[in-house]
């Protein structure tokens, strides 16, 4: 097959039984739909097998998390591309057209995303991927649409393509050849990041990633993990340092470790000061052990992506800076 639309479910079963029906209608005729289940202990197989007998079912034995439920997924997938979409998405007619069209004639690009918006206010971009992600210089990622928290109205102010340095796992159509020759998500993420590491590593092999907004969809986000849940921070925090140190190069790598040792600790404290959250002030302390713990097991791997093409993959200024100290809050006012 061309295209295989492959939505990871975990006990998501009133998003599907929402959202899956608007994938059905407005995808059937380009691709296959496929949910491949992470040991769901809810009715969502019952639902798919009920309502929704089409759709292929890949299932899981355990709960593998986002990065490794993919990849053993996608292993039973025989596509040249995979779209992969989150069961909290709403599609929209044509949606897969200009992604499939824009892969179809750029040999050179490995992945693409559509603009993603906010199914709650429709006007806006959505946290998840907006028109597309980057990197600052100090490793903290952001989007066009998105920087921190703050969330722009989508004027049409992004709608073009543009190259990006990585694509929302929310909503990204990849080459399985690319996925693959990357060796695919780092299973040990288990979810939170595994998408940039992922589009990092392509840039690396001098692969290109794009967001193309002629194509969007609707995002919910927080499905399975809110934003409020401590949980998401340790992974955030772990994760971001494990693919720093994995991806930077050399030059880049103990200047962008300290200023991240200072402002991760300055974060974690800030929580416990301001916010009086000592759950996602122990999340930090722990992501920070853990990656330290675990850094060792990376070396061999870094030492592998220092040998690939070294494209400058981050942004030449820092967002923390702009946003805080110089009140900018949008992609297009960040310098």
């Keep these: 097959m061309k295209v295989a639309i ?13 959202y899956l029906p608007t994938v059905l209608e407005y995808s059937s005729d380009e691709a296959t739909v496929i949910v491949a289940d992470n040991a769901s202990t809810d009715e969502s197989l019952t639902l798919l097998r009920t309502h929704f007998p089409m759709v292929r079912i890949i299932g899981l034995d355990d709960n593998y998390g986002f990065a490794e439920g993919y990849n053993r997924a996608l292993k039973e997938v025989d596509a040249e591309y995979y779209l992969l979409l989150n069961s909290d998405v709403e599609v929209t007619h044509h949606w897969l057209t200009p992604l499939i069209e824009h892969m179809d004639a750029h040999p050179d690009c490995a992945a693409c995303q559509p603009k993603l918006l ?3 206010n429709r006007d806006m971009f959505e946290y998840a991927g907006a028109a597309g992600g980057f990197i600052d210089k100090l490793g903290y990622p952001f989007c066009r ?14 709608n073009y393509p543009m190259e990006v340095h ?3 796992g929310a909503c990204m159509l990849i080459r399985a050849e690319d996925y693959w020759k990357t060796g695919g998500f780092d299973g040990r993420f ?15 092999m ?11 969809v609707y995002h919910l986000g927080g499905g399975t993990l809110p934003k409020t849940n401590s949980k998401k921070t340790y992974l955030n925090f772990r994760n971001n340092l494990t693919m720093l140190y994995k991806n930077l190069p050399e030059n880049r790598l103990k200047t962008v470790m300290r200023w991240r040792w200072f402002l991760d600790y300055l974060a974690a404290f800030q929580t416990l000061v301001v916010n009086r959250n000592w759950a996602d002030f122990c999340a930090i302390f722990k992501a920070r052990h853990d990656f330290q713990n675990w850094k060792a097991d ?26 805080y100290l110089k009140g900018k809050r949008t992609f297009d006012s960040m310098e």
């Design 206 to 216: 001098g692969r290109k990633i794009y967001c193309i907004p002629d194509s969007y």
């Design 166 to 168: 990585w694509a929302t």
């Design 6 to 18: 492959v939505i990871l479910n975990w006990n998501g079963q009133a998003m599907l039984a929402q």
């Design 190 to 204: 288990f979810a939170h990041s595994e998408e940039i590491d992922l589009c990092w590593r392509l840039r690396l």
């Design 298 to 323: 990376y070396k061999q791997e870094r030492e592998r992506l220092k040998s690939l093409t070294d494209i400058p993959p981050l942004a030449d200024y820092s967002i923390l800076y702009n946003y």
């Design 145 to 158: 649409g998105r920087v921190f928290d703050t969330i722009e109205q989508d004027d049409g102010q992004y």
């Design 118 to 120: 906010s199914i709650t």
